[in-house]
Nanobody, 124 residues
Framework: QLQLVESGGGLVQPGGSLRLSCTVS????????IGWFRQAPGKEREGVSC????????QYADSVKGRFTISRDNAKNTVYLQMNSLNPEDTAVYFC?????????????????WGKGTLVTVSS
C-alpha cells in the first residue's frame, strides 16, 4: 500500500511558475510509475505527465509540453512537477497517482493509488 500527498499548489499570476511535490510513503522500494493529473471545474480529469520508476522516461500532454517538467528523487521518495509559463487554462486540482509499472505510461483508469490533490489557481 502506498500513500501519496501533494503539496505546492496555490495562487499564481499568468506567466508565473509553481513546483508541485508528491511525497510517497509505504513500500517505496517497489517500482512505481508516477503520474500527474488535473481536473478543472466542470471538466473531466486529464493526464498531465508521467514518469517511469527510474525517472529515465517521461511523457507529457500536448497542452503542457515545453512548459512543465516532471522529475523524481527516489532517495527522497518525492516526485515533482515544475510548471512554468502558467496560464488560466492550467487552473485545476492537481493529483499525483502511482501505478505498479516501470515505464512512463499512466492511464488514469490503471493508476492504483491517488493523492487527495492540491489546488492551482492561475489568475491576475
Amino acid at each position: 500500500q502506498l500513500q501519496l500527498v501533494e503539496s505546492g499548489g496555490g495562487l499564481v499570476q499568468p506567466g508565473g511558475s509553481l513546483r508541485l511535490s508528491c511525497t510517497v510513503s509505504g513500500f517505496t522500494k517497489a517500482s512505481y510509475a508516477i503520474g500527474w493529473f488535473r481536473q478543472a471545474p466542470g471538466k473531466e480529469r486529464e493526464g498531465v505527465s508521467c514518469i517511469s520508476a527510474s525517472g529515465g522516461a517521461t511523457q507529457y500532454a500536448d497542452s503542457v509540453k515545453g512548459r512543465f517538467t516532471i522529475s523524481r528523487d527516489n532517495a527522497k521518495n518525492t516526485v515533482y512537477l515544475q510548471m512554468n509559463s502558467l496560464n488560466p487554462e492550467d487552473t485545476a486540482v492537481y493529483f499525483c497517482a502511482a501505478r505498479g509499472a516501470s515505464g512512463a505510461v499512466c492511464p488514469s483508469r490503471y493508476m492504483d493509488y491517488w493523492g487527495k490533490g492540491t489546488l492551482v489557481t492561475v489568475s491576475s
